[in-house]
Each structure stands twice: as structure tokens, then as C-alpha cells.
Nanobody, 115 residues
Framework: QVQLVESGGGLVQAGGSLRLSCAAS????????MGWYRQAPDKARELVAT???????KYADYVKGRFTISRDNAKNTVYLQMDSLKPEDTAEYYC?????????WGQGIQVTVSS
């Protein structure tokens, strides 16, 4: 059974930082690409960042230079370091693990940035 459990969200003022974590189980984490997505109220889910099994990263333009995705294969965990947060970053953030047979999602975690 695949489980992705996010943690680290919360309320922060604009300009502040948060670090999200996603602990994975039930997949061969070290060989799996991982990603973070977000969904604001009344908006579609959108890509934030991805990291390959080899550590290559990609970012959406709206977070480039402010967010950093990383992974710790020893802990089966992927991280999203979010700096210089803006009110428009307010959303539910989801961890994603695309596998050969299925696309797995965490339950989501709320990030709220106050102005």
C-alpha cells in the first residue's frame, strides 16, 4: 500500500519561509521521480516542482528562485523549501509519486501566507 504523508504546512507572513516534507512508503523511493503540486480555492491543481530519481529538478516559473525541492533517499522523504513566500502561494500542497502503474498523491497540506 502506497502512502505519501505531508507535513510542515501552516500560516506564515509574506516574506517568510516554510519547509514541507513528504514521507513515502510502499514504493521503491530511490528509483521514483517525485513532485509537489498545489491547488488554490477555485483553481486547478498546478505543478510546483519535480525531482527525478537522479536528483534533477524542475520548477514552475512562479516559484523559480524561491522554492527548492530536494530528496533524502535514506529517509524516503522529499522536501520543498519555500522562501520569500507570497500571499499568492496560499494553497493546498500535494506530494506526488508517479509510478509505472499509478499516480499517487498525498492527502494535501495547507499553506497560508498572510500579507
Amino acid at each position: 500500500q502506497v502512502q505519501l504523508v505531508e507535513s510542515g504546512g501552516g500560516l506564515v507572513q509574506a516574506g517568510g519561509s516554510l519547509r514541507l516534507s513528504c514521507a513515502a512508503s510502499g514504493i521503491i523511493f530511490s528509483t521514483n521521480d517525485m513532485g509537489w503540486y498545489r491547488q488554490a480555492p477555485d483553481k486547478a491543481r498546478e505543478l510546483v516542482a519535480t525531482i527525478t530519481s537522479g536528483g534533477s529538478t524542475k520548477y514552475a516559473d512562479y516559484v523559480k528562485g524561491r522554492f527548492t525541492i530536494s530528496r533524502d533517499n535514506a529517509k524516503n522523504t522529499v522536501y520543498l523549501q519555500m522562501d520569500s513566500l507570497k500571499p499568492e502561494d496560499t494553497a493546498e500542497y500535494y506530494c506526488n509519486a508517479p509510478t509505472r502503474y499509478n499516480d499517487y498523491w498525498g492527502q494535501g497540506i495547507q499553506v497560508t501566507v498572510s500579507s
